[in-house]
């Protein structure tokens, strides 16, 4: 039939009102979903530690340390004994203060305060949440006390948390009052969540006004710096926690811009392939256009304690390969010496509302699962090694400062 012809039927456009309702449906579905198959909030529950993992978390040697110090430091957590009796659990909160008081030399040091890394990349989907999310709850087992700060409106670090943005989420408690003014400290919208030693400041869609509200106040007041916003709003916690976290969205966004002035430390997760690795050599290219109109302008500058190229999602692939070399090739010694492999299992544990630092006794035995916990495990270290830098560079200065 010819397909202009009058009598076949034609499909019914569709209008804002059809949108509108298909909004509430997804609404809708969200929070069934969340409410039946997902983890709800009330079932985001803290990890538990067998007495081994404790030990090596402490860095003690020997069988039976934990055992003994329960015995020596009755003023430390013992912990529960499981249903036989024999085995010994801790919680996080009770593993936490292990950790503190034996690994204290890795503990930030008197005059020191919190180390911000931004986790970035323009594009989507290369892991810039999973990898704040883990990278959090890594430091935070380490004993850090750690602030995440959701700065994508599409909320999806707050969703990791358990709590849907759009429904358990207000614009008041995102960074949002930072932008038009009405705050000038994150201190208000920090809130506990369901890990111990891990605080963090939601986002929802709402924060998507920043977006029109941040150029519009420049332009209406030449000397607002609408990129230090987010920098100065966590100025008031900074003595309060160990790191900052910011997780941002996937575009060169007004929000973007204030996490990437806001750290101290960057991390650029990129998996390795063709069009990933073209979009972050557009990344630097906008981001050196942008430090260069924005600050040397007026004169000020920024310096980073540490750049990081981290090698996600990474398979077995010719590809894989050759684009690896190419990386190393451009990034160097930003790039870290660690991939974080791609596993159906983290995928997995991310579909649950959840990351491998989230996982079950019963995941423990799964191969795959051991091998992406572990790079995860190394990802942490040497972020942490980096921190400890910039913290002593931090004390140095204020020495030099004193004297
Ligand atoms: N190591 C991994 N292997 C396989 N899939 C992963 C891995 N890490 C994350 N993912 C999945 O990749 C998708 C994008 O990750 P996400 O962290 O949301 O990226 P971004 O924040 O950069 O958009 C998610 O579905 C996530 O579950
Ligand atoms: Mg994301």
Redesign the pocket.
């Known amino acids: 039939m010819d397909y202009l012809s009058p009598q076949l039927a034609m499909p019914p456009v569709i209008s804002l009102d059809d949108i509108n309702k298909q909004a509430e449906i997804a609404a809708g579905m969200m929070s069934s979903i969340r409410s039946t198959m997902l983890m709800p909030r009330a079932a985001k529950k803290e990890p538990v530690f067998g007495a081994d993992e404790l030990s090596d978390l402490c860095g003690l040697s020997g069988r039976g340390a934990v055992a003994h110090y329960i015995k020596e430091r009755p003023d430390l957590p013992s912990g529960m004994l499981t249903t036989t009796g024999r085995k010994r659990h801790f919680g996080l909160s009770e593993a936490r203060v292990w950790v503190r008081e034996f690994q204290k030399e890795k503990l930030r040091p008197a005059g020191a305060e919190a180390i911000t890394i931004t986790v970035a ?1 323009f ?11 883990t990278l959090a709850q890594g430091l935070s087992i380490q004993g850090h006390k750690v602030l995440v700060i959701d700065t ?1 409106p599409q909320g ?2 707050t969703t990791l948390f358990g709590i849907l943005p759009d429904l358990e989420v207000e614009e008041e408690q995102t960074i949002l009052p930072l932008v038009d003014g009405s705050q000038h400290s994150v201190r208000p919208m920090i809130r506990k969540t369901y890990w111990d030693g891990l605080d963090l400041v939601p986002a929802c869609s709402g924060l998507f006004a920043a977006e029109f509200m941040l150029p519009s106040l420049q332009q209406s007041n030449p000397e607002f710096e609408f990129w230090s916003v987010l920098d100065m709003g966590i100025d008031d916690v900074r003595g309060d926690y160990d790191v900052i976290i910011i ?1 941002s969205p ?1 575009a060169l966004s007004y929000l973007t811009i204030n996490s990437l002035f806001a750290a101290n430390g960057l991390i650029i ?1 990129l998996p390795p392939e063709t069009l990933d690795f073209a979009s972050l050599s557009q990344f630097w290219q906008l981001f050196s256009q942008l430090t260069g109109s924005l600050l040397q302008k007026r004169g000020s500058s920024k310096v980073f304690e540490f750049q990081n190229v981290l090698l ?3 398979s077995k692939s010719v590809t894989t390969d050759v684009v690896r070399q190419w990386i190393s090739q451009t990034y160097g010694a930003k790039v870290l010496p660690l991939e ?5 299992t ?2 997995l ?3 649950e509302f959840g990351t491998v630092y989230d996982a079950t006794p019963d995941d423990l035995k799964d191969r795959t699962y051991k091998r ?1 916990r572990e790079a995860y495990d190394q990802f942490v270290e040497h972020v942490e090694r980096q921190i400890a830098t910039a913290w002593r560079r931090q004390v140095m200065e204020q020495n030099r400062v004193a004297a």
């Open positions: 990349n594009k989507g989907g290369t892991t810039k949440t999973t990898t704040s999310m994508d999806s670090l997780d996937p997760p996600s999602k990474v974080i492999p791609r596993t159906a983290t995928s544990k991310s579909a992406a």
